[in-house]
């Protein structure tokens, strides 16, 4: 459901009341998570799209009817803008709007208040949408190579620094590319993602923007991918999934993205692979086909 709305900062969705105008994607989650329960069937027949392109940017126009089962019927309009973000198109901006108020046409009043969504919800985890329909998810972790030296060798203050500039930079793309952030690990991250694809793009993405290092000082991550169905509770992913991908990611050299043989079967050759390699993994009986993302 929230998969086609941008995480970038500044994404924003407009409605008929004047209270639904809602910034940043947590707040839009929010709306769409209480008001569609609210909402009676209704049905969207279609009059006319018109849409347009340059570059990564994109517009859209919609001309359609509000329908309910009673048999109400109002004029809906729908104007978006949406950005190329790595392999997706999102959602930056939306104004979605009917004739008529909420109360006439759905013959209810929905929640639109700000502070009444952040009650509703505030107990309920982030919605995921990191598993695929087939209830496949990618799992990745990154972790920084050789930290305890470099804490030795920057000090507590540099190294949080450094730090905080990883953690953006990790964050950043995972939003991008359509994955979510499942856990801190201190000097790392597990991330979660639907598709192959998209998680392996992200992790060359990282790779790219860690490459010059933090002012001056090398900052060598390794990264490791695996694909499979996962244990999900309360936001976090659990099994056996998990487990060979925190092994793939520890088989990895610093600036290294390793991925598994399901990874790379995944792929289709969408990414130019290194020669493999036939590993143990800690913890796991047999063998291991290991491929390296060439990032260069």
Known sequence: MMEPISRQPGTLVIGTDTEEWWSGYDVISAAIHVQLPEMPDV???????????EGTIGWVSVRASLETEAGLSTP??????????????????????????NEEILGRTLTTAFDELVELVADE????????????????????????????????????????WHNQVVTRHTATFGGIV????????????????????????????LASGWNGVPVAVRIGLHSGNAHEASGDFFGRTVIIA???????????????????????????????????????????????????
């Open 76 to 101: 809906f309009r729908v104007t978006l803008v949406a950005r190329k973000e790595g392999p997706y198109w999102r959602i930056v901006n939306m104004h979605a709007s009917v004739s008529t108020s």
């Open 182 to 209: 499942v856990k801190g690990l201190g000097d790392g991250f597990m991330l979660a993602f639907p598709a192959a694809g998209a998680a392996t793009a992200c992790a060359v993405a990282i790779q790219a923007s």
């Open 125 to 164: 985890p982030p919605p995921l949408s990191a598993v695929d329909p087939d209830g496949n998810v990618t799992i990745v972790f990154t972790d920084i190579e050789g930290s305890t030296a470099l804490i030795e060798q920057l000090g507590e203050e540099s190294w949080s620094s450094l730090v905080e």
């Open 246 to 296: 925190a092994r793939v990611a520890s088989s990895a050299e610093g600036r290294e993205i390793l991925i598994s043989q399901d990874v790379q079967a995944a792929l289709g050759g969408a990414f130019a692979l290194g020669e493999p390699k036939t590993l143990r993994l800690k913890g796991l009986s047999g063998t291991y086909t290991l491929f390296p993302v060439l990032t260069r």
């Open 43 to 53: 049905k969207f027949p279609i009059d006319v799209i018109e849409a347009w392109r």
